[in-house]
């Protein structure tokens, strides 16, 4: 029985049980869940987390980008929205990250995915010897 990944992964908890927690430290898993015994060694999320939370904050934040050069304000306010901005992408992403983390993951678990396999169907329309119908 599994949890809603989506669910259990903003609250950081584990896909299958949604009680034990995912994370050790930052973004580093646990071994295993506390709860069901669930084993975090199986699902690897790479960095698609990190790929969805910048493109996101990109999207979100790039107006910004061209609305804050064009803004008629002294250069110290300017300076400060700047650095008001870059700190607001900067604490965004660092809030979203684990829990991008803990959706991916607990997705994968939920699928079973695991890396692409090459398996060869035969050579030139036959069967391998192996084929089972
Ligand atoms: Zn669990």
Redo the contacts with the bound molecule.
Sequence with gaps: MFEHPIRSGLSLK?G?????KLFGAYLKFKPS?D????DYGDADTADGPAFFVSSLIMIVFAPFYFLLPILEAPLLMKIALWIGLLGTMILTGYLLLPRFKAILFNLQIQNQAEEAKFESTGSHGKAPKNWKH
């Design positions: 584990c299958r049980c949604g009680e034990g869940c709860h069901c015994g669930l």
